[in-house]
């Protein structure tokens, strides 16, 4: 029983990490370490020309995601806190309401930047005209048609 929990605890922390790790990517277009590849997340601003946005609704776009991203690198700093000191929890096999305490912690900052992308994308959404709101939706199903094609 106790080689069990020696090899569980180590997978469920590593799959954990993981998780998260993936998440963490998908939602920072910052570099990531030199160390592991590049991770670049397209935003609303790189399709630009392709929904004629003008000046200034780039300005307020680039606002909105400015905030958004700011918003969440406090909220990640928090999380990989939090994800650190669950590990020790699980590698010194720590009190398990603590270990359940960082989980819940854990998940609710993540549930919070998800609540941040969406909020900024209805912002966005009102800089947007009917047309181009189409058009963005097309893109990101990615089912909008090449043109010529």
Same mark, same amino acid.
């Given at each position: 029983? =106790? ?8 997978? *469920? ?28 997340? =397209? ?7 392709? *929904? ?5 609704? %780039?300005?307020? /776009? !680039? ?14 700093? !928090? ?7 669950? !590990? ?11 270990? &359940? +305490?960082? /989980? ?9 930047? %998800? ?7 209805? !912002?966005?959404?009102? %800089? *947007? ?5 189409? +058009?963005?939706?097309?893109?990101? &199903?990615?089912?909008? =048609? =090449?043109?010529?094609?």
């Amino acid at each position: 029983m =106790k080689m069990s929990r020696n090899f569980i605890i180590p997978l *469920l922390s590593l799959i954990i990490l993981l998780f998260f790790f993936d998440l963490y990517a998908q939602t920072q277009p910052q570099p990531q370490l030199q160390s592991q590849p590049q991770i670049q997340r =397209k935003t609303i601003l790189d399709f630009k020309d392709e *929904l004629k946005l003008s000046e200034a609704q %780039v300005k307020s /776009i !680039k606002t909105i995601i400015d905030e958004l991203e700011r918003r969440n690198r406090t909220l990640m700093d !928090k999380f990989l806190t939090l994800d650190k000191e669950l !590990k020790e929890l699980l590698e010194k096999e720590g009190d398990l309401g603590e270990i &359940r +305490k960082r /989980i819940r912690e854990i998940y609710s900052l993540r549930a919070d930047m %998800v609540f941040n992308e969406i909020e900024a994308g209805r !912002k966005i959404d009102k %800089v *947007l005209n009917k047309e181009q709101k189409e +058009k963005w939706k097309q893109i990101r &199903r990615g089912t909008i =048609k =090449k043109e010529g094609g």
